[in-house]
C-alpha cells in the first residue's frame, strides 16, 4: 500500500499500517533498552564479583587474625587476657566498622585500644597498689614518653591505617562503579532516539526488506546520537579504572594487607611482651612522674611471673592469593576501561546484528544500497552534525551528569587512599552498600577516654596536584575538588534547570 501515513519509515511502497508503525517503535524502544541493561549488567557482574573476591578475602585476614589472637592469648597470657578480652573483641570491631566505611577515626580507634590496654594491663601487673582513675589518667599523658609498647602501636598504626584506607576505598570503588553502570543503564531513550532506532531495526520489515540487515556505519551513527551523553562519562571511567589498579598495586605492595592485617595479633602479642619484660623499669618511670600510688590491702598476683617468656605467634601467609586477586582485578579492570566509547560498536554488532562495514547491500535507512555519511566522533559535543538522529548538545542529560560527578568523587578518595591519605565517605550515594555516616560508640566508652589519647588526624580529602599522563599516576594525581564541594557544585548546576522547567 501507499505509505502516506507513515511517521517514522520512508512513504513509499509499505506492508504496514500506522498501527504496525507504532507497535514497531515501543518494540524497538523496549528492545534497545533491553540492549542498554543487559550490555550493563555483564559490567556489573564483573565489578560485583571483583568486590566479593576481596572483600571475602580481607574478611577472612581479619577473622582469621581475631581468632588466632582469641586461641593463644589465654595459655599465654592468662588473667592479663582473660579480663581484658572486651578490650581486644572492641579493637576487631571497630576495625570491621572502619572497613564497612563506618564514619570513624580509624587511628583514633587504635589510640583508644593502646590507651584502655595499658590502663587494665598496668593495674594487673601492680595488684599490689590502689590505682586510682586520676592515676591512670597521669599514666597516661606520659605513656608516649615512656613507650610501654615499643614501637609496636607507632608502627602498627602507620601500617594499618594505609592498609586499611587502601583496602575500604578499593573495597568501595568496585560497588560505585557497578552502581553508575546501573544507573545510567536505566536512562531512558529520548522521542528522537526512539524513531531513529525504530528507523534503523524495523521500517527494513515495512518495506518487504526484514532479511537485510542495517549498514554498520548507518548503526553507529544512530547509536552514537542516542548514547552521546553515555559517552561522556568514559574520561572520567577510565581514570576511575586507572586508580583502581593505583591502589590495587598499593595492596599488593608498599600497603601489603596480607602482611599487614593478617599479624594484627602477633604485633599486639609482642606489644604485651614488651610491657612484662619492661615492667619494673616502665613502673618506676611512672612513680616518678606521677608519685606513689597507695598499697592495696588485696595483695599480690603471681599470675604475672607465671605468664613472662617471649611469645612466637605463627602467621599463615595468604600472599599468593591476594597476588591472584590483584592480577585478576587488573585483567578486568584493563578490559572495562573502554567500555562506554566501544559499547556502540558492541550493540551494533552483537545486538543489531549490523552488517559489514563493507556491505554496500545493507539498509541505509531509506532503502538496499550503501551507507555514504561518515561516522560521528563519541560523545555529545561531536553529535551536532549527526545525521540520523537530532540530538541537543545544549542539554546534557542531568542523570549522567550527576553519575560523571559521582566517579569524580570516587577517583578522588581513591587518589587519597594511593598516597595514605584518610578519605570521609559519609557522601556516598545514597543508596549504596557500605556507605553512610556510622554509628558512633557509646559515651560511657569514647566520651570517657578520647582526651587521653594523643591527638590524632582527622579524615581528610585533599585535591591532589595536577600530573599529565593518564595513567595510573595521572588519575591518582589529577587536581580535583574535595567530595563535598563537587556534590555541591552538582546541586548548583541541577537546581536552576528544574527552577527553569
Known sequence: ILGEHLRICPQGYTCCTSEMEENFANKSRSEFEAMMKEAGRSVQAILTAQHRSFDSYFQDLLNKSEKALYDAFPSLYGELYTQN?????DLYSELRRYYRSSNINLEEALNEFWT??????????????HITDEYLDCMVKHAEQHKPFGEVPRDLK????????????????????SDVVRKVSQVSLSQECTRAIMKLMYCPHCRGMASVRPCNNYC?????????NQADLSTEWK???????????????????????????MRIAEAISNLQENKDSITSKVFQGCGNPKISTKGSSSEDKKRRGKVT????????ALEMLVLDAKGNLTALKTYWITLPSTLCSKKVMASSALDDKCWNGMTKGSYLPEVMGDGLANQINNPEVEVDITKPDMTIRQQIMQLKIMTNRLGNANIGNDVDFQDTSDDMSGSGSGDS?????????????????QPETHAIPKQSGHGVNGA????????SLLLLLSVAVIAPQHLWR
Do not use: W
Not at 85 to 89: H, N
Not at 116 to 129: A, D, S
Open 476 to 483: 591518582s594525581s589529577r587536581s580535583l575538588p574535595s567530595a
Open 220 to 228: 553507529l551513527n544512530v547509536v552514537k546520537g542516542c548514547l552521546a
Open 116 to 129: 584502655r590496654l595499658l590502663e587494665r594491663l598496668f593495674k594487673l601487673l601492680n595488684p599490689q597498689y
Open 85 to 89: 578480652v572486651k578490650v581486644f573483641k
Open 313 to 320: 605467634l605463627e602467621a599463615k601467609s595468604s600472599a599468593q
Open 239 to 265: 581514570y576511575l579504572m586507572d586508580s583502581l589498579m593505583g591502589v590495587a598495586d598499593r595492596i599488593d605492595g608498599p600497603y601489603n594487607v596480607d602482611t599487614v592485617i593478617g599479624t594484627i595479633h
Open 441 to 457: 560508640c557509646p559515651d560511657d566508652v569514647c566520651g570517657k577516654r578520647l582526651s587521653k589519647s594523643p591527638s590524632t588526624r
Open 158 to 177: 602507620l601500617k594499618a591505617t594505609r592498609a586499611f584506607i587502601a583496602a575500604r576505598s578499593y573495597a568501595q570503588g568496585f560497588l560505585v562503579g
